[in-house]
């Protein structure tokens, strides 16, 4: 069983920055594939970074590639996503996820196998 928690989430301007944090319990965090997905109102969960067990390797959807950087803490047992540059497009319930079957990053949401409540972040224009 893992136990996710994140935090870090709340109101920005266009622009601004945010650092999103997701923090680990119940199972060895360290072998664990982490993601993060957003979901916007009316529009389906979608991938936005993932990071593998090590975190040598790391991949981003398009549209947050170069403003979004995924990273994690096995000492500490959180995965961290920070944000910037971030747009209006960028607002939504944003979830981290373990892969507990993987040390690598997967883009599918259906891989993962536990999930946090979700944060909520909003950016105004």
């Known amino acids: 069983q893992v136990r996710l928690v994140e935090s870090g989430g709340g109101l920005v301007q266009a622009g601004g920055s945010l650092r999103l944090s997701c923090a680990a319990s119940g199972r060895t965090f360290a072998s664990c594939a982490m993601g993060w997905f957003r979901q916007a109102p009316g529009k389906q969960r979608e991938f936005v970074a993932t990071?593998?067990?090590?975190?040598?390797?790391?991949n981003y959807a398009v549209s947050v590639k170069d403003r979004f950087t995924i990273s994690r803490d096995n000492a500490k047992n959180t995965v961290y996503l920070q944000m910037n540059s971030l747009q209006p497009e960028d607002t939504a319930l944003y979830y981290c996820?373990?892969?507990?079957?993987?040390?690598?990053?997967?883009?599918?949401?259906?891989?993962?196998?536990?999930w946090g409540q979700g944060t909520q972040v909003t950016v105004s224009s």
């Open positions: 996820a373990a892969d507990i079957h993987s040390a690598d990053g997967s883009t599918r949401s259906g891989e993962y196998d536990y």
């Open positions: 990071i593998n067990w090590s975190g040598r390797t790391t």
